[in-house]
């Protein structure tokens, strides 16, 4: 196991002991597509996408620290205090409060956060952006097929005629939802599968026929539902695949995001060979009541925060249950984010540019991108600007998740992106973090006390200590820096013994120290 998955899985507070392998695999010089596709199947890679309906509020979901005054003014209400949002080791943003679980999942070193993503001339159309997002295209270009539609059609020529096969017998890609959305729509035909909904997918399992009135219509309905069930020629791999697992960790009640998660965690840990997921969170079309006027942290949003924190927080969990962590990419994205300035009602209008996030054993852990560009004196009129394409993020996947060559990114694409390093290791958890030269804390390890050092400018500082979680137990100072060298003496005698953050807020800037009592 790589150092880095170890860490992870050490520091993991919440999930499941398992022994895990590492799934990667490298492609070869000269290897073919089909080889390389056969590989990628056999190694059960898998992209787990979540579309969050609507366009989430970026502005609320990630918080630049440098911009509180600013969110203030141009905000009010809606905007997050500074105590109210959740810290991230040696970043420049925090989270909602309720991301509790995403946070510690970021300083696990398991979550990248990218933000500013867009594309030109945003449309503000729920339907015209979700086809541009699904279908990879420039916001003046209309595409009858997905993006994942073009790749998996390029690397399965002869589907669906030919399909299943014995090196291919699962479906090339799965969605939950009512109808099969553009994503997946390739030059020929279709190449998702799709689960209408979470309660039909376990009546499939189950053999359950629903009900259909008494009636001649109810007949014809019937006799409908006999012939689709015929005709999905993958129905009874589903129902293999799924039996064979029967148990899962405890996953939230009520929340509609985790129940298809849940599926998808069933699929992968049954052998399913499907490289491609998508599930939904719809609700995120926040015109109003996004905050309760009286608390800025509960409302809608939160409340949908909270799904996809608890969500995403039991998929992990489960799979690292199943052991199959590391063969498991996960990512968000939207159809817009929110305006900057809040409306009458409590909510935000249709936006251009939000972050994506992308959660994994394998991800690069970290923040990408610098922080949104804001002005007090902005109007409702201004938006943020993006400082990613969604299409780099798509090449992203292409290459490093599923290691296509760059002529079938291109043409996937339909044009060459740079990268973004999303896949690699971690520098949240290489640790010590001693190659500050202006911060050090000695001796460590500590015993009793320790002294802390670094150089300030007459800013305002502040010095905490966070445990494994990134939990802050202890304030060793607040207050104003001096000029220069700058010491402190930390009492740490009532720690108990183990590994610890001591975290430097200087100004804008924010470093962490690794020690271990």
């Known amino acids: 196991m790589k150092r880095r998955s170890f860490l992870r899985h050490a520091f993991h507070a919440t999930a499941v002991p398992s ?19 056969k590989q990628a199947s056999e190694s059960g890679k898998a992209l787990v996408m979540i579309f969050l309906e609507g366009g989430n509020d970026g502005l609320n979901t990630v918080i630049p620290r440098d911009r509180f005054a600013e969110l203030g003014a141009l905000r009010g209400n809606l905007g997050l205090r500074e105590n109210q949002v959740l810290d991230l080791w040696d970043a420049p943003v925090g989270l909602h409060p309720a991301m509790t679980d995403l946070r510690n999942l970021y300083n696990e070193g398991r979550f990248q956060i990218i933000q500013n993503v867009g594309y030109p001339e945003q449309n503000f159309s729920h339907f015209r952006s979700t086809d541009i997002w699904m279908s990879g295209s420039d916001s003046n270009q209309q595409l009858n097929t997905g993006w994942t539609g073009r790749m998996l059609s390029d690397l399965y020529p002869e589907y669906p ?23 997946f729509q390739g030059p020929a035909a279709n190449t998702s599968i799709t689960v209408n909904n979470v309660q039909s997918f376990y009546e499939l399992l189950d053999n359950v026929e629903q009900e259909a009135p008494d009636t001649a219509a109810g007949e014809k309905l019937r006799f409908i539902r006999l012939i689709a069930q015929q005709s999905q020629l993958y129905g009874q791999r589903i129902v293999e695949i799924a039996s064979r697992v029967n148990n899962h960790v405890p996953y939230p009640a009520g929340n509609y995001l985790a129940d298809q998660l849940q599926v998808v965690s069933k699929l992968i840990a049954g052998g399913s060979q499907t490289p491609i997921y998508l599930v939904r969170l719809g609700g995120f079309d926040t015109h109003d009541a996004q905050v309760l006027a009286n608390d800025n942290t509960q409302g809608f949003h939160a409340e949908l925060l909270t799904m996809l924190n608890d969500a995403i927080n039991a998929f992990m969990d489960d ?12 990512m968000t994205f939207s159809e817009f984010g929110r305006t900057i300035l809040a409306n009458a009602s409590n909510g935000t209008d249709h936006g251009a540019a939000a972050p994506m996030f992308f959660f994994g054993n394998a991800v690069k852990g970290g923040v990408t991108g610098r922080n949104p560009i804001l002005d007090a004196s902005m109007t409702y009129a201004d938006n943020l600007e993006h400082q990613y394409d969604f299409r ?13 060559d760059t002529g079938l990114s291109n043409r996937v694409l339909l044009k060459d992106y740079q990268t973004l390093e999303i896949i690699g290791e971690s520098t949240i958890l290489d640790t010590p973090s001693n190659h500050f030269q202006d911060f050090n804390v000695f001796p460590n390890p500590v015993r009793d006390r320790a002294t802390i050092q670094f150089t300030g400018n007459q800013e305002m500082v502040s010095v905490d200590v966070l445990d494994m979680r990134g939990v802050k137990i202890q304030t060793i100072h607040r207050g104003r820096s001096q000029s220069g060298p700058n010491t402190l003496s930390w009492d740490a005698h009532r720690l108990q013994p183990g590994r610890y953050f001591v975290l430097l807020t200087l100004g804008n800037q ?3 120290f690794s020690v271990v009592k």
Not at 28 to 33: E, I, K, L, N
Not at 163 to 180: A, N, Q, R
């Open 161 to 183: 005629e030919a399909f299943p096969t014995e090196e291919m017998p699962d479906p090339l890609s799965v969605e939950i939802g009512y109808g099969s959305s553009l994503l």
């Open 392 to 404: 780099q993020l798509y090449a992203s996947v292409l290459a490093q998740w599923f290691e296509v």
């Open 319 to 330: 799979l690292e249950f199943h052991g199959i962590g590391d063969q498991v990419l996960g």
């Open 510 to 512: 924010r470093k962490v």
């Open 19 to 37: 022994v895990l392998g590492t799934m990667g695999f490298n492609m070869a010089q000269g290897q073919s597509m089909q080889n390389m596709l």
